[in-house]
């Protein structure tokens, strides 16, 4: 690994870097301070698989699930915040007239976490940073239940964001590695496990 080069990209973070923060504040720290070999699960190329499905399956559909009359969609998305030094691909953006609003397509079963609703939030803040329009709501597409849930992003989840990317910045530069997460059953599906040795 070149650390030089190392160093000189790791300002820049990305909204999967929030979404995992938000998981286990270790995930981020393995991606930019000790970076580790991960391989290609079949649950990566699954996702990839649905956010082509669901894009094809979206494209015939109107608005008025998401409670408009009318919008422009734009598919992957790449967005970036010269504010925040962050960087993100939004699986779909609607376009209206005097509002934008994110769209994450999730292939889960457990329903909207904590995780993502700080993802979207982080959307919001990256499409009005980019559009100058702003973003009232945010949508998550609960891929296996086809269900479509609105997520708040409010000043609320807004903070939770700065916050989180000013907490990232500091372990990153002072290469700290975090404790675990405290929630051990995520342990078990990690792809880190093997380096988190004092956890098992
Ligand atoms: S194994 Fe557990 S503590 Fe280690 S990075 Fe994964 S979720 Fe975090």
Redesign the pocket.
């Known amino acids: 690994m070149n650390l030089e080069r190392h160093r000189a990209q790791q300002f820049e973070l990305t909204v999967t870097d929030l979404k995992q923060w938000a998981?286990?504040?270790?995930?981020p720290y393995?991606h930019h301070v000790m970076p580790v070999e991960i391989a290609r699960t079949y649950k990566m190329q699954r996702g990839r698989d649905v956010e082509a499905a669901v894009e094809a399956m979206e494209k015939r559909r109107g608005f008025r699930r998401y409670g408009l009359e009318c919008g422009e969609r734009r598919f992957g998305v790449w967005l970036h915040s010269a504010t925040l030094g962050l960087s993100g691909k939004l699986d779909l953006l609607i376009i209206t007239e005097d509002a934008c609003y994110p769209v994450d397509f999730k292939d889960t079963e457990g329903g909207v976490r904590y995780n993502h609703r700080v993802q979207l939030a982080a959307y919001a803040l990256l499409v009005e940073e980019n559009l100058a329009r702003p973003v009232p709501i945010a949508f998550v597409y609960l891929v296996p239940s086809r269900q479509l849930v609105t997520v708040p992003v409010g000043v609320k989840e807004r903070e939770a964001v700065t916050r989180a990317v000013v907490a990232m910045r500091q372990v990153i530069e002072q290469e700290k590695m975090p404790?675990?997460?405290p929630?051990?059953a995520?342990?078990t599906a990690?792809?880190?496990?093997n380096?988190?040795a004092d956890?098992w």
């Open positions: 998981y286990c504040t270790r995930i393995y404790g675990p997460t929630v051990r995520r342990c990690c792809e880190f496990r380096y988190c956890i």
